[in-house]
């Protein structure tokens, strides 16, 4: 994944999957910038070396990179299925509204 954070929630949410769960590239040189005419966009020349290097399967950056978005899948998958922290998370709110009803 490539992200381009433009304005609002964007730019935490870019921040998070790029230097946290390390599985996307920012295209933004300016990481911190809050709107459109902050920081220096990114020229298409740029933005199509990092989609050639992104697609590189030989590249071992990319390859770290979809080895972490698989665990994280699976870590999503086993939350929502059944028993799952997600599952009974929500099990347990709808308990708690039908029990106020």
Sequence with gaps: MLTFPIIFDQVPN???IVEKWRIVW????DPGGL???????????EICEVVKRF???????VR????????LGLI????IA???SSYRNLDD???????AC
Excluded: H, P
Excluded at 64 to 71: D, F, G, N
């Design 76 to 79: 999503c998958r086993q939350a």
């Design 55 to 61: 697609m590189d399967r030989e590249n071992s950056e």
């Design 14 to 16: 870019s921040r998070v």
């Design 64 to 71: 770290e990179m979809r080895k972490r978005a698989k665990e």
């Design 26 to 29: 920012r295209l933004r040189r």
């Design 35 to 45: 709107g459109i005419n902050d920081g220096e966009l990114v020229t298409r020349g």
């Design 93 to 99: 709110f709808i308990s708690n509204v039908s029990k």
């Design 82 to 84: 059944e028993g799952g």
